[in-house]
């Protein structure tokens, strides 16, 4: 199961044994019995029948009771969040809840490729966040089922302990593809940059944002991790202060360049859907901004079901990207 | 093609920078030679690490595995 089902089915499953992902709004979430179950809040999501909006007592469930064996469940603050791969089985993952803004999320951004065993038991999830109505106003929060609390800095944790004969197998799907021009290079590991490196010369990032136009936030730095693209997506920009405040952390030694517009999100996803191999895909979520700037309610895309996010996990925080994770 | 022994000096060489060359679309396996690149541990820790990585993904790095003793 991973579908958008009642409050009292959600319940009936929790109460059942199974073991359940759940996302959705922190009224319906609140309602849950405890169980095997870990969730965060969000009230936006990617069906079958196209993204949508829930504005009732509807969570989203992810039946994750047959994948495996669940070895635990747990919530970490900052300081512990080391423990999130780490206490992962030895052939296993860890599916990893934090809500957004809290200083849980900036140190796992930040931290989360130097925690022990984070490339031999990978952690994937999501960051929670609320209806951008409420921003400001309601923080996100994390649930941990099993002694039924909540959670606004810590990260909720399940480890998962695969059968010997499966692996987790974690993709994304990234739309953007950089420019081919500028190259920028950031001296520290950070959610807000000051000054950069372009092409080599020091200069503040605000003003080439806005000399670029890029103010938008439409268009993320795409940062080359060996082959891989990964984003950072800009999330406001102070021209007279002279920072760039983003949704992922920049790291030093990593060649960023600004992404080439989008156009048409939901044909993209679902060219790239269908490029894919999606066998034994079990569990996924894709970015707020992608929903947004792609005007993705109401329509299809494709592929995995799944939550719509304040940022992706997958070994680390990610932006404006679809995680898709796999058994093979 | 089976993971050389942890002994194998391919594993220093990689930890010594030689794994930034491997090609892979292997999503994991591209975090981890960023990291490498950017780790400031010792060679013999990052050489475990490597070896580490490659006996728990073997069956879904074959190309990569491949490749592991001539870069």
């Given at each position: 199961?991973n579908q958008l089902i009642s409050l009292q089915a959600a319940a009936d499953l929790i109460l059942a044994g199974r073991f359940l ?308 | ?71």
């Amino acid at each position: 199961m991973n579908q958008l089902i009642s409050l009292q089915a959600a319940a009936d499953l929790i109460l059942a044994g199974r073991f359940l992902a759940v996302a959705g709004p922190e009224a319906v979430l609140d309602q849950l019995p405890a169980g095997r179950w870990i969730g965060g809040t969000i009230p936006y999501f990617m069906t079958e029948a196209g993204g949508t909006v829930v504005q009732d007592e509807r969570v989203f469930v992810t039946d994750l009771t047959d994948v495996g064996t669940l070895a635990g469940i747990g919530s970490f603050g900052p300081d512990e969040l080391a423990q999130v791969s780490g206490g992962a089985p030895d052939n296993g993952f860890a599916l990893v809840i934090i809500p957004a803004g809290g200083e849980t999320h900036r140190r796992f951004a930040a931290e989360a490729a130097a925690f022990p065993d984070a490339f031999v038991k990978p952690a994937v999830g999501w960051i929670s966040g609320v209806h951008l109505s409420d921003l400001g106003r309601v923080t996100p929060k994390v649930y941990d089922g099993s002694s039924r609390t909540k959670h606004e800095d810590r990260a909720v944790v399940a480890h998962i302990g695969l059968p010997a004969d499966k692996l987790v197998q974690v993709d994304i799907v990234n739309l953007f593809q950089p420019e081919d021009g500028d190259v920028l290079r950031f001296t520290e590991a950070s959610f807000e940059v000051g000054e950069c490196e372009v092409n080599g010369q020091k200069r503040r990032l605000s003003d080439y944002v806005v000399e670029r136009g890029l103010e938008h936030g439409r268009q993320p730095l795409v940062g080359d991790f060996a082959g891989a693209r990964i984003n950072a997506s800009l999330q406001s920009v102070n021209a007279q202060g002279g920072t760039v405040t983003l949704y992922a952390p920049v790291f030093p030694g990593v060649e960023y360049r600004f992404a080439q517009p989008q156009s048409d999100y939901a044909a993209s996803f679902q060219a790239e859907t269908a490029r894919q191999d999606q066998s034994g895909a079990i569990w996924s979520c894709n970015c707020i901004l992608n929903f947004l700037f792609g005007e993705l309610e109401g329509k299809r895309i494709g592929g995995m079901s799944g939550p719509i996010t304040f940022g992706e996990i997958g070994y680390q925080l990610l932006n404006q990207t679809q995680v898709i994770v796999r058994l093979v | 093609m089976p993971i050389p022994t942890p002994d194998h000096p391919c594993w220093h060489k990689l930890a010594s920078g030689a794994l930034a060359k491997l090609r892979t679309e292997h999503l994991g396996t591209q975090f981890l030679i960023k990291n490498m690149e950017r780790s400031k541990d010792p060679v013999p820790v990052k050489a475990q690490a490597i070896h580490a990585y490659f006996a728990k993904w073997e069956r879904l790095l074959g190309a990569e595995l491949k490749q592991l003793t001539a870069l």
